[in-house]
């Protein structure tokens, strides 16, 4: 079967891979090669623990301390405010018990597929090489924040996840050295797996998909036409190519496309902001989690990464470096030692959806059309297993999970 993949991003080139290995005829549409996708920046991690949704109850009580912060966890320009003002209603609507629960078990479902199809993907490719299974700390300023978090941990244990909670310096330092003595309570989860460099993983995936008999075509999709009898029409700076099948996976760039099949979308932009430094800049050996503070401190390659936080401004506002400066001086002062010169800034555009679920199924009225997108910060962590439902959508096969709480039209007014 002939099957288009818009996107060279970590989800995208992970489906194309894996319809490629069944077989079909793939072709990989993306106008940058994947370099502009939120994989080649992100801190590298296959986070299978982080099962809780961005919208949890109560956290509407919180946001407005953080919209105040420019440089807080979460921030949003005052001049952006009105845009995504519909998206935020979503968002708290989202946090209440009733639909969080049901977020929380369908990322929980999510998870464990994609945690089992990441156990096949590197079993079949042979790609242990390009990862670290050093495990996780999830540190808490102090113990009144730890207690706080504690019903996230158990929502965790009952997802299967494995962790071990420390309540003393000591311990901490056990795993981490370094640390700064503030930090007397965390979370530490074993089975954590990060990728050697996610840029690497991501052009991997490229690779592996050629190898398999894909075609790479570096040119942008400009139009969509499903066509009568099932097949559909994408339209590229570069030609015209006729599919029986197209998956939809352009992250941040995916609602456009999406309205070509008539789908009006609440897809936003969780803009990440991270410092890569050179080899030698601290002896990291778990990746690092300041829960409190919203950022993560990773092994890329021989360096490391500091970056998180999240930033909602859409693909069109210049970048705002400062975040990065912000969280690079707070490493300093949370890891003693750290060694800040040399670094290289980067800020990337995460595809989120309001209720934290990405969006994985057919276009209503053209089941031709697969949409894969809206992971957020999860893409990376999420992409083994959305590739493998994506593969049985293209085929006609019943997914491995229950697909409904990801569907397009879950949002009033999604189909126009």
Known sequence: MDVGVIGAGIVGATAALALARRGHRVTLIDRSGGEESAAFGNAGAFAFADVIPLATPGIMRKAPLWLLDPDGPLSVPPGYLPRIAPWLLRFWRASWRDRYGAALAAQSALMAQSQAALDRLVRDEGLEHLLRREGQIQLYDSAASYRAALPGWEERRRAGVRFDLLQSAGAIAEIQPGLAARFTHAGFTPDWVNVTDPALWTREMALRAERHGATVLRAEAR????????????????????????????????????????????????????????????????????????????????????????????????????????????????????????????????????????VIGPAPGAPQVVLAFGHGHLGLTQSPGTAELIADLVEGRPPAIDLAPFRPTRFAGAHR
Not at 249 to 257: D, F, K, N, T, Y
Not at 281 to 301: I, P, Q, Y
């Open 223 to 358: 139009m969509i036409r499903p066509l009568e009898g099932g097949a559909v029409e994408v339209v590229t700076d570069a030609g015209t190519l006729r599919l029986a099948r197209l998956v939809i996976a352009a992250g941040a760039w995916s609602r456009p496309l999406a309205r070509a099949v008539g789908l009006g979308l609440p897809l936003e932009t969780e803009r990440g902001y991270n410092t890569t430094l050179p080899a030698g800049a601290f002896d990291l050996r778990t990746h690092v989690t300041f829960a409190d503070h919203g950022f993560v401190v990773s092994k890329v390659g021989e360096g490391l990464r500091v970056g998180g936080g999240v930033e909602l401004a859409g693909l069109a506002r210049p970048p705002r470096m400062r975040r990065a400066d912000t969280l690079l001086r707070k490493a300093a002062t949370f890891l003693s030692g750290l060694r800040t010169e040399g670094g290289r800034q980067w800020m990337g555009f995460r595809p989120s959806m309001p209720d934290s679920l990405p």
